[in-house]
C-alpha cells in the first residue's frame, strides 16, 4: 500500500480529517476562521454553535488533540484560535468543492427531469 516511511504522514493526514469529520467542529473552526483577530472567547463559540458548554468542551478537546486549534487562558477565560492560517483555507476549499459537487448534482437533475418520459411514470403507491 505505502512504504514504512511513509505510513506517519498518511496517519497524521488521517487523524486531521478524523478531527474534522463533525459538523460542530466544521462550524467551531468556521467561527474562529471568521473571528476579528482569529481568536474567539468560549462564550462566542456557545453562541454560535448553539452547543451545551459540556458538547462544545469536547468538541474543543477533540480539536486540540489534533492539533487544529489552540487554547489561551487568561484569569478565568479561554479563547481558542485557528493552529494554522491555512485551516481557513482549507474550509474555504472544501466549501468550494461542495458547491462545485452540488452544482454538478443539480445539472445532473435537471439533464434527468428533461428525459422523455419523465413526469409519466408512476409513483411508488400506484399513483400516475
Known amino acids: 500500500m505505502f512504504s514504512d516511511r511513509e505510513a506517519p504522514l498518511y496517519e497524521i493526514k488521517a487523524n486531521l480529517f ?15 476562521a ?18 451545551e458548554a459540556s458538547h ?10 489534533h492539533g487544529v486549534v489552540t487554547s489561551v487562558r487568561t ?7 485557528l493552529a494554522h492560517p491555512k485551516i481557513a483555507e ?3 476549499i472544501a466549501r468550494t468543492f461542495l ?12 439533464a434527468a427531469s428533461a428525459l422523455p418520459g419523465f413526469g409519466t411514470a408512476t409513483t411508488h403507491d400506484g399513483a400516475a
Open 56 to 65: 462544545l468542551s469536547q468538541h474543543l478537546a477533540t480539536l486540540r488533540r
Open 34 to 51: 471568521d473571528s476579528p483577530g482569529q481568536s474567539c472567547p468560549v462564550s462566542t463559540l456557545l453562541e454560535g454553535t448553539g452547543l
Open 18 to 32: 478524523k478531527g474534522l469529520a463533525h459538523p460542530a467542529r466544521v462550524r467551531i473552526l468556521e467561527i474562529l
Open 75 to 81: 484569569a478565568n477565560s479561554v479563547t481558542y484560535s
Open 90 to 92: 482549507l474550509l474555504a
Open 99 to 110: 458547491l462545485d459537487t452540488l452544482a454538478d448534482a443539480r445539472q445532473q437533475l435537471e
